[in-house]
């Protein structure tokens, strides 16, 4: 029992002293690892080259041209993006770099959107870097046994296996035919399924291509958010041409959609510890003196043209540029003048055909009373006969018709006055336009009461039995046998649906701009 007791403390010093050599061990051997993983890690230097990029608002030239690229087939440059195809069936279009790419590493993000009514789309985009510029061809807008690599954003499902919209990375070293009727993929290097049409927001890819790595990264076009990225495929070891053209082309097919590009934005990549090439030494110096020159000679057109302005107009010197400019607050009282004026043309020209309505009305009216006074005088002893009473009936119907028509007349008289008061009175804050409402509700409310009367009117004349049997007076002027009634319900009733839509339509648009 005295063996164990007296050779335990030396034991348990070997072991704290071996337990502290096995922690220091790791603790340095997972320094040295974090430190690698560090380095390793390091983003490489990044710089923008826009000879070989696009984006808006100002794209396209007044030519039409794109800046440094070249648009084939069926693409559409414009300010803001460039269309590569039209939702039209059977088309195709490209556009691609004028000068190569000799760049060892680099970076696309492209921004582009997809959208189309269907359900289903076709037939996609295509994202290409190869060693010649392939204008036109079968594959998406694009030529065939290209050399170098394209990243395809399939939206037609080809072999019905339900696996897209997808996109695939296919390379090519000029040999291979595309594979359509199985979508490329028994020739993709890597793919993911993601569906890229009718996205809120546009969708954007980025493209690496450092150490020999090809990397897609999508944004799905969920968010406004740029840098929202996710990963999409990688792929090890990929041997592209050294230099080459960078191109977007798009094509359609039975089922067509819309391919729009708003930006290609290419980035030298540089790895850490190296020095990145200046920009001056990419620049000739023939060249360089050229643009420095013309740029002098811009400034110098540019300093005339100021000088020729500010002549011709003295008083615009010393201004703040602001002034020049509409503010908030004058937009938003312009459009309320601009809506009352279309409000008020709209009442002038229901007046107008009121005013024509009611001539017709006084027309008919006195040939009809005509009509009456030469049966009257041909009846025996003061008594009309039957066709008489009708003709009365009517006659006592279009006067009616022609009062309230003279009453809706008025109303809209008041109307167009209370308006070009209002007009005339430039509240800036426009505190005559809570008035203005409630006399355009008015309106309404008497419109809807000459409805009623109206309708009132046919039920009556339906009710009288003498009416089925009722035909018009074989007048010389009036060739027609349609009755003056229906016709002049059917106007008035019209008229008066028209008068609302058109002040429910004032009504929304002042409602959407917040000023009641």
Known sequence: ??????????????????????????????????????????????????????????????????????????????????????????????????????????????????????????????????????????????????NGVGIFFDSFDNDGKKNNPAILVVGNNGKLVYDHQNDGTTQALGTCLRDFRNKPYPVRAKITYYRKTLTVMINNGFTPDREDYEFCTKVDNMIIPSDGFFGISAATGGLADDHDVLSFLLFRLTEPGQQPPPVESEIPKEEKDKYQEEFQNFQQELDKKKEEFQKEHPDVQGEPIEDLYESVNDREIRQVFEGQNRIHLEIKQLNRQLAMILDEQRRYVSVITDEVAKRGTNAESGQLDSAGQQLGSIVATQQEVLRNLDELKNSFHESLRQIGSVQHQGNPVGMGT????????????????????????????????????????????????????????????QSVLFFCYIMYKSQQEAAAKKFF
């Open 1 to 146: 029992m005295a063996m164990p007791i007296t050779e335990s403390p030396v034991a348990s010093a070997r072991l704290l002293i071996i337990t502290f050599l096995t922690t220091l061990i790791f603790h340095c051997s997972v320094a040295d690892i974090a430190a690698g993983s560090s380095t390793s890690e390091e983003a490489p230097h990044r710089r923008f080259e826009y000879k070989y990029s696009f984006k808006g608002p100002h794209l396209s030239q007044t030519d039409g041209s794109i800046p440094f690229w070249i648009h084939t087939g069926n693409a559409i440059p414009s300010a803001d993006q460039v269309r590569i195809t039209p939702s039209l069936r059977s088309q195709r279009g490209s556009v691609w770099t004028k000068n190569k790419v000799s760049f060892e590493n680099w970076e696309a993000e492209v921004t582009f959107r997809v959208s189309g009514r269907g359900r289903m789309g076709a037939d996609g985009l295509a994202v290409w870097f190869t060693s010649a510029q392939g204008l036109d061809g079968p594959v998406y807008g694009a030529a065939d046994q290209w």
């Open 434 to 493: 809570y008035e203005t409402v409630q006399h355009f509700n008015d309106i309404k409310e008497h419109l809807h009461t000459v409805k009623r009367d109206v309708e009132h009117l046919v039920q009556r004349n339906a009710q009288n039995p003498a009416d089925k049997v009722m035909k018009c007076p074989e007048v010389p002027p009036m060739p027609s046998c349609l009755s003056t009634v229906h016709f002049v319900i059917f106007v008035v009733v």
